[in-house]
């Protein structure tokens, strides 16, 4: 198993930039896949980007095309960390945002990550 907190939000204006984290604990990080998901109230829980985990594939990124060429994922394996570096942030990316983690391949269903952290507020003024 793998338990997730993540850390980071905050308010930023418009344009601005976030960088949030995702801590893991367990030891074979490196063996999950990782997710961002996002929600606002009322609606369902979004896609925003993944990565993959170790082997033929490793390291590939996936990103919904709302935040392609504004959001970077980035995992570090040795320190247990996902990240989402977050540039030109717009009031639309107002949102609770969750890292997700699977045994596998990155998919871009919520459905199919098993473990879940808590989430991290981000707010968004313009």
């Known amino acids: 198993q793998v338990q997730l907190v993540e850390s980071g939000g905050g308010l930023v204006q418009a344009g601005g930039s976030l960088r949030l984290s995702c801590a893991a604990s367990?030891?074979?990080?490196?063996?999950?896949?990782m997710g961002w998901f996002r929600q606002t109230p009322g609606k369902e829980r979004e896609f925003v980007a993944a990565?993959?985990?170790?082997?033929?594939?490793?390291?590939?990124?996936y990103y919904t095309d709302s935040v392609k060429g504004r959001f970077t994922i980035s995992r570090d394996n040795p320190k247990k960390t996902l990240y989402l570096q977050m540039n030109s942030l717009k009031p639309e990316d107002t949102a609770a945002y969750y890292c997700a983690a699977r045994f596998g391949g990155a998919k871009m269903t919520r459905n199919e990550y098993a473990y879940w952290g808590q989430g991290t507020q981000v707010t968004v003024s313009s």
């Open positions: 990565i993959s985990s170790i082997g033929g594939s490793a390291g590939i990124t």
């Open positions: 367990g030891r074979t990080f490196s063996s999950y896949s």
